[in-house]
Structure formats: structure tokens, C-alpha cells
């Protein structure tokens, strides 16, 4: 395989519909995101089957788009990686589908990717295609987002390139689920991440407090649905949050256009704000703990890690990102996250996983298919 060989990545796993073309996991020719984010918001989340409709109407025009971006054309691909999972059955299937008709179409190599080690790569691709050498493995990875709160460690493998443990995973809701929720429950609006975290920023985290997150068992799990029922305890119980929702929701409704960060700033009052701060710290404080008890962990195994990686949606929270990288630097730690638009869902992380794979000419058979709980360890 050519030093240079060039990698159609195709995703859709949840609400996007995304396209990109890679080459070597290091130069993003075309990286092409079809967000459903307008056609869910209605529903206040991801309906399972209006995603699988929207990927059936936009995968054709994003690969072509993702193809024009590039300059190239699908004889110049010298693989298709598709994502296999973990996602919406219905949603992966259409993705995969059309990645293996264009496959046997122009006899071109098919290679399954997982979506979680997409994220993990995008940290990877974006340090490459700034110029700047691969992190050192063994690496903590954290990967966060609306699907998805788990941890990794994440190393080495001759065989396929890299291996992949997990150490501790969410028991009910990801992180960004949690903020969504949230956002919802106080009539913030669907996603609610971003505008939770830009609110922060006006609230005293200190002011409210909603209890820290206990668990039985693995140290190294997460759980977020606690902190969403403590949230909504406080709406329950404090009649002022409560008259705020309704005060708020009347505001945004009247207000005859999309609302900016100084709309919603102005229909929120003080204690709401506090009340986002205070979750908001309960959040990243939580995440950040259990980051660093596992590289302690890794250390006390004598797998000392040399990096931490911080991806998936949630990894653009500007919070999570400064006390991560504080944190882990008084351990000698450097965090490493990829830009925002490597952090969220894209098929650029897609194609740059399948590289280690495409290099090694490890591809996937026709009969590949849809595997909504896909694991990501390597086998022992
Ligand atoms: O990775 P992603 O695009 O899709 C999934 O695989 O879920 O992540 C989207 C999630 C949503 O839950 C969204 O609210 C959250 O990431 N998110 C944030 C921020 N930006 C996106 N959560 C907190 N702070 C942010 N800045
Ligand atoms: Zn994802």
C-alpha cells in the first residue's frame, strides 16, 4: 500500500450523516457533516426512526459532496471504512449498506470500523495534521458524548495497529445525555451541552449542592442519572426555578427568531444560572476523578499511562477541557483533544481508524453488518 493511500470514511451511527476523505489518517482532504440536530429538535432528542430517514436522504449527496471537496473520485479511494457499530441498528445499516454497494461496485476494499475507536483516532489525526508527533501509548482515553461515556486504556498491537481495554463505562446515562436532559428540564432547548456550557459561565458552581456521584463496585464507572433526578429535585422543590421554566419558555416561544446566547442569558434568572453552574461542576468534576483514579489505576498495574486523550462531543466543553488538563499536568500528564469538529461525530475519525487496518490489508467481508452493541477490547 502506498505511503499515501487515500481512505472514503463513511458515518452513521446516530444523528449524522457525515462523509470525508483521509489520507494515511493525517491529511483531511473533505470532511462532510450532515447534522439531523434541526429535524430532532422538535422531539427534544434522536428518534430512532426519523434518523434512519434522514441518513436514507442525505448519504448519497454527502459522499458526493465529500468526493468534490477532495478533488477526487471513488477510483481513487483505495479503501471504504464504514462504521459498524456501536449505534442505531436502523442508522448504521444505511451507512453500511451503501458503503458495500460502492465497494462491490468499483471493487474497492471494505474495512468495519467501531465508532468509539473513531473517536479515539480523531485525537490521533488531529495531532498528525498539525505537525506534531503521535502522543505516547499507553494512553487514558476518555471518550464523552451524548452516546457514549467510557474509559480506555489504549496501547501498542503489532498485529492490528493498537489495543484497546476498557476500564470503566457509564451504567445509565453519557455524560452529554445527562446535559440534554437537563437543558430540557429547565426549557433550555435540545442539544442543550453547549448553551449549558456557555451559561456556566454566569452561575456559581459552589451554590448548589446536588450530592457527590457514589457507586458500588468498579471505581472507574460513571453514573449520571442521579445528578439529572437531583436537578430535577431542585425544580421540584423550589418554587422559583419552577415559575422560571414557564417565565423562560413563554420568552423564547415570543420571540419570532432562533434565540442567541443573549436571548437565553436574559430569560435566565439567577438561581437557574447557579443551578447550571452547580451541575456543571458536578459534571467535570466527576469525569475528571475518574480519569486520573484511572491512570492511577494503569500505574498501580505497572502500566504506567504517558497520555491522557479527551474525545467525543463533551470533549469540547471548555471546563472539562482546563480542569483535565490542570489535573492531569500536576501528575505530568499531557491531555490531548482533537479540535471541535473532530470532537463531535465525523467520518474523518472513520477513515482514520480503518488506516492501521488498510495498511495491514485487513478487510472486511461483504457479509459485515449492523452491530448496535459492538465492543471495542481486543481480545486478551
Ligand atoms: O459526539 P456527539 O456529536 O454525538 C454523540 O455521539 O452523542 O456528541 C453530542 C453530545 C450532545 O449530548 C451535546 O449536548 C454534547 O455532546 N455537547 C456538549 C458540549 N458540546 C456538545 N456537552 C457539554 N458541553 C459542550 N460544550
Ligand atoms: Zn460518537
Known amino acids: 500500500m502506498a505511503g499515501g493511500a487515500t481512505i472514503l470514511g463513511i458515518e452513521t451511527s446516530c444523528d449524522e450523516t457525515a462523509a470525508a476523505v483521509v489520507e494515511a489518517a493525517r491529511t483531511v482532504r473533505s470532511n462532510v457533516v450532515l447534522s439531523q440536530v434541526p429535524v430532532h429538535q ?3 432528542g434522536v428518534v430512532p426512526e426519523v434518523a434512519s430517514r434522514e441518513h436514507l ?6 459522499v458526493r459532496q465529500a468526493l468534490e471537496q ?27 449498506t451503501y458503503a458495500k454497494s460502492l465497494a462491490w461496485a468499483t471493487g474497492k476494499p471494505l474495512v468495519g470500523v467501531n465508532h468509539l475507536e473513531g473517536h479515539l483516532h480523531a485525537v490521533l489525526l488531529e495531532e498528525r495534521r498539525q505537525g506534531r508527533p503521535d502522543p505516547p501509548l499507553p494512553a487514558v482515553a476518555l471518550v464523552v458524548s451524548g452516546g457514549h461515556t467510557q474509559l480506555y486504556a489504549m496501547s501498542r498491537d503489532a498485529e492490528r495497529g493498537y489495543r484497546y481495554r476498557t476500564l470503566g463505562r457509564t451504567r445509565d446515562d453519557a ?21 449549558l456550557d456557555k451559561l456556566s459561565d454566569f452561575g456559581d458552581p459552589r451554590a448548589v449542592a446536588l450530592g457527590r456521584i457514589r457507586l458500588k463496585g468498579n471505581a472507574l464507572d460513571f453514573s449520571f442519572s442521579g445528578l439529572k433526578t437531583a436537578v430535577l429535585r431542585q425544580v421540584q422543590t423550589r ?33 437557574t444560572l447557579d443551578l447550571i453552574a452547580s ?7 466527576d469525569l475528571v476523578q475518574r480519569t486520573l483514579a484511572a491512570a492511577d489505576a494503569l500505574t498501580g498495574a505497572g502500566e504506567p499511562p504517558a497520555s491522557i486523550f479527551l474525545t467525543g462531543g463533551v470533549a469540547a466543553n471548555r471546563a472539562l477541557r ?13 491531555v490531548h483533544a482533537p479540535a471541535l469538529n473532530l470532537c463531535t461525530d465525523n467520518a474523518a475519525m472513520i477513515a482514520a481508524a480503518a488506516w492501521p487496518q488498510v495498511e495491514r490489508r485487513h478487510w472486511s467481508a461483504f457479509s459485515l453488518t449492523a452491530h448496535p452493541q459492538l465492543p471495542l477490547d481486543s481480545p486478551a
Open 42 to 44: 422538535i422531539y427534544g
Open 57 to 62: 436522504r442525505g448519504i448519497v449527496p454527502v
Open 70 to 96: 477532495a478533488q477526487a473520485t471513488l477510483e481513487e479511494m483505495d479503501a471504504i471504512a464504514v462504521t459498524q457499530g456501536p449505534g442505531l441498528a436502523g442508522a448504521l445499516l444505511v451507512g453500511l
Open 175 to 195: 455524560a452529554g445525555e445527562a446535559y440534554d436532559k437537563v437543558a430540557k428540564l429547565l426549557g433550555l432547548g435540545y442539544p442543550g451541552g453547549p448553551l
Open 239 to 271: 418554587p422559583e426555578l419552577a415559575a422560571g421554566i414557564a417565565r423562560r419558555q413563554a420568552a423564547i416561544a415570543a420571540l419570532g427568531h432562533k434565540p442567541t446566547l443573549d436571548d437565553w442569558r436574559a430569560v435566565c434568572d439567577q438561581p
Open 279 to 285: 451541575f456543571q461542576q458536578a459534571v467535570v468534576t
Open 322 to 334: 482546563a480542569t483535565l488538563q490542570a489535573a492531569a499536568a500536576r501528575q505530568g500528564l499531557t
